[in-house]
């Protein structure tokens, strides 16, 4: 096929300078070639229309004609030159292979668009008005450039129904243009992605509050494989449901392959859930997101619509999501329960993120965190709910979690609520929990490795957190099971009742030791008759250090508390509360210890007199009371320690 090299000065000497023309139905004929053999433009026609209705010529050299804009003349976009094959039989594709409307579907004879330029979609009748619907225009150009192509969607607003790639090896790039959503009744996506080592350059999806569409973007193939597919600058706005990766949700993801996929920049406004991932063999790639869900504009344009209790972040249900830097941010006026989920059988990854939430996440399967910084922009809500038992993790290493100190009042929840798989390695947590537990929940298996804690903020106390250290009272032979007083003695003026209760926070102990008393007594892991016995039972400590005390307690009756008893070489009390005896680390009046079963971790400094020996316990106070307790463990906590 001729593929002719037409310069502005041989297009204007075809145009003006050539008289001889073959009968081609209506225009202006011109033909002829220039002194270097170039093929001249023969006729001009003003549309695509007017090309398809021309008869096939019956000249056997080369005929190119000029079309003036794909529509008309008055829009020239999507014009240009073709040149006719008289034996092509390529099927019709509405933008570079034109069959003229008088031959018959298998007769030989097509026009062919010429020039080197890429794709584009006006090329098949795209306007990008903004109006009109492009949809068809569109998806035809997709079908014509699928496999081993190149299509540019130059400046516009191009509105579509949907749209989908198929099965591609492709290449798009968007040139300031965006796709408008417009359907009127419900539809699955405004782009679907079906591709195999594509690449999609500055995509801009724009969803115009339309609540039609299950998402903007869904990338999923259930026949084949698709992988090794890279978009890079992705921006999708006022759209009810950002991105859909695997199956819709309800829906149930096949076994092919959908990995080695990643987005690059991808950025959101006025999404309301920017991100869901489903698929069972399914992993994304996201390098430096935004996965903010916040309602800019639609209170403005469309009030009502934006639902807060349904605000998320990003929603996990199956599959493996790994996001590198970048940021995720669900919305301040949230209510929904959670920023973000991580459903079982998923898997998230977080390195090195910036997260802003005033609500936590939602944990039932697998969440990594590396690196960066999660602030909780509230006071009244924990961190991380984690539901998924045995099958749920939670693994947070060098990252910084912390609250907003201008809202609210310091550590008004706990920083996790549940139970699993949970560790925070070398982690730095301020203004968590100064009067709240870390960790609520029947769950002693959280682990903390080297981690500094400052639950009254940056300027306040300084705790080293360390479970895996040794435990202090290891070397005791004390009862942690809570089967026996051993290791336990009573202690004060009046030293109450003492024994063993059936009653326990979970079936993994076999009872709870217990005192009773109508005044103050206590039992304490200092056994205080001599000298010696204190220096056998007591651990050796100095003023300033502290210590990390970890049990379930219950409060039945009055005031009770975790107590600490000092004593100096002498066998005197070194620092006391009201009482006289004994150093407070926790109590009721605090809402540490209440009437149900909770497991605290709570640090206690020593006072800075000349201290030798100390044990732990509980104690009633001057007006008695009845407290339990079982799985007594303390720790060292300074920072500077081990």
């Known amino acids: 096929m001729p593929d002719p090299t037409i310069s502005r000065r041989s297009l204007a000497a075809g145009l003006s300078?050539?008289?001889?023309?073959?009968?081609?139905?209506?225009?202006?004929?011109?033909?002829?070639?220039?002194?270097?053999?170039?093929?001249?433009?023969?006729?001009?026609?003003?549309?695509?229309?007017?090309?398809?209705?021309?008869?096939?010529?019956?000249?056997?050299?080369?005929?190119?004609?000029?079309?003036?804009?794909?529509?008309?003349?008055?829009?020239?976009?999507?014009?240009?030159l073709f040149t006719w094959s008289p034996q092509s039989v390529l099927a019709d594709d509405g933008g570079t292979v034109i069959r003229p409307v008088a031959s018959g579907r298998e007769s030989a004879g097509r026009w062919l668009r010429t020039g080197g330029d890429p794709a584009t979609v006006c090329w098949f009748g795209a306007v990008g008005d903004g109006e009109t619907d492009d949809t068809a225009a569109i998806q035809r150009a997709i079908d014509a450039t699928r496999q081993d192509g190149m299509l540019v969607f130059p400046k516009g607003r191009y509105k579509v129904v949907t749209l989908d790639t198929?099965?591609?090896?492709?290449?798009?790039?968007?040139?300031?243009?965006?796709?408008?959503?417009?359907?009127?009744?419900?539809?699955?996506c405004i782009l679907r992605i079906r591709g195999l080592h594509s690449r999609f350059f500055d995509l801009r999806i724009n969803a115009a509050f339309n609540s039609h569409y299950g998402c903007a973007l869904w990338w999923y193939n259930d026949r084949d494989p698709s992988q090794h597919n890279d978009v890079v600058g992705l921006d999708i706005r006022y759209a009810k449901r950002g991105v859909v990766y695997g199956a819709m949700p309800g829906g149930r993801s096949t076994r092919f392959a959908q990995s080695e996929n990643t987005i690059f920049g991808y950025h959101t406004r006025g999404v309301e859930k920017p991100l869901y991932i489903n698929h069972d063999n399914g992993v994304l790639g996201l390098?430096?997101?935004?996965?903010?869900?916040?309602?800019?504009?639609?209170?403005?344009?469309?009030?009502?619509?934006?639902?807060?209790?349904a605000n998320q972040s990003f929603e996990a249900v199956a599959g493996v999501l790994v996001v590198q830097g970048g940021e995720v941010q669900n919305s301040i006026a949230a209510t929904t329960a959670t920023c973000a989920t991580v459903e079982k059988g998923s898997e998230v990854h977080l390195d090195g993120c910036i997260v802003e939430v005033n609500t936590p996440f939602l944990i039932r399967g697998r969440l990594t965190i590396r690196g960066g910084r999660i602030l909780n922009t509230q006071s009244m809500t924990s961190q991380f709910l984690v539901q998924g038992g045995e099958d749920s993790a939670l693994h947070v290493s060098n990252c910084r979690l912390?609250?907003?100190?201008k809202v609210g009042s310091f550590s008004d929840r706990p920083l996790v609520v549940g139970q699993g798989d949970i560790v925070f390695d070398q982690c730095e947590i301020t203004e968590w929990a100064d009067f709240t537990p870390l960790v609520l929940g029947k769950n002693t298996d959280v682990h903390f490795e080297r981690c500094r804690w400052r639950p009254q903020g940056p300027t306040g106390r300084d705790y080293r957190?360390?479970?895996?250290?040794?435990?202090?009272?290891?070397?005791?032979?004390?009862?942690?099971?809570?089967?026996?007083?051993?290791?336990?003695?009573?202690?004060?003026?009046?030293?109450?009742?003492?024994?063993?209760?059936?009653?326990?926070?979970?079936?993994?102990?076999?009872?709870?030791?217990?005192?009773?008393?109508?005044?103050?007594?206590?039992?304490?892991?200092?056994?205080?008759?001599?000298r010696e016995t204190v220096r056998q039972s007591g651990i050796r400590m100095r003023g300033g250090e502290?210590?990390?005390?970890?049990?379930?307690?219950?409060?039945?009756?009055?005031?009770?508390?975790?107590?600490?008893?000092?004593l100096d070489d002498a066998g005197n009390a070194i620092s006391a509360d009201k009482t006289g005896r004994y150093l407070v680390v926790c109590g009721n009046y605090q809402n540490f210890i209440t009437d149900d079963w909770r497991y605290l971790r709570q640090v206690v400094t020593v006072p800075f007199q000349a201290a030798a020996y100390a044990g732990f316990g509980i104690s009633t106070g001057a007006s008695g009371g009845e407290v339990r307790m079982c799985g007594l463990k303390v720790r060292r906590a300074d920072w500077s320690i081990g």
């Open 287 to 309: 390098v430096s997101p935004q996965l903010v869900a916040h309602d800019e504009e639609w209170a403005r344009d469309v009030p009502g619509r934006f639902d807060y209790t």
């Open 17 to 80: 300078g050539l008289a001889a023309a073959a009968s081609l139905g209506s225009g202006r004929a011109s033909a002829g070639t220039t002194a270097k053999g170039e093929t001249l433009v023969a006729m001009t026609v003003p549309s695509i229309a007017a090309l398809r209705s021309l008869a096939s010529p019956v000249r056997s050299d080369p005929v190119t004609i000029f079309v003036q804009g794909y529509h008309s003349t008055d829009r020239p976009q999507g014009g240009g």
């Open 166 to 188: 198929g099965r591609c090896e492709t290449t798009w790039r968007f040139d300031h243009a965006e796709l408008i959503g417009g359907a009127t009744e419900p539809t699955t």
């Open 546 to 566: 502290r210590f990390l005390v970890e049990a379930w307690v219950r409060r039945v009756r009055g005031d009770v508390a975790v107590s600490m008893l000092v």
């Open 402 to 405: 912390f609250r907003n100190p």
């Open 465 to 530: 957190l360390d479970t895996g250290a040794p435990d202090l009272l290891d070397g005791r032979p004390i009862d942690h099971t809570g089967r026996s007083l051993d290791g336990f003695h009573p202690q004060g003026p009046a030293n109450g009742s003492t024994g063993v209760s059936r009653d326990i926070p979970t079936p993994s102990y076999g009872g709870s030791i217990f005192i009773r008393a109508d005044g103050f007594a206590g039992l304490s892991t200092l056994d205080t008759s001599s």
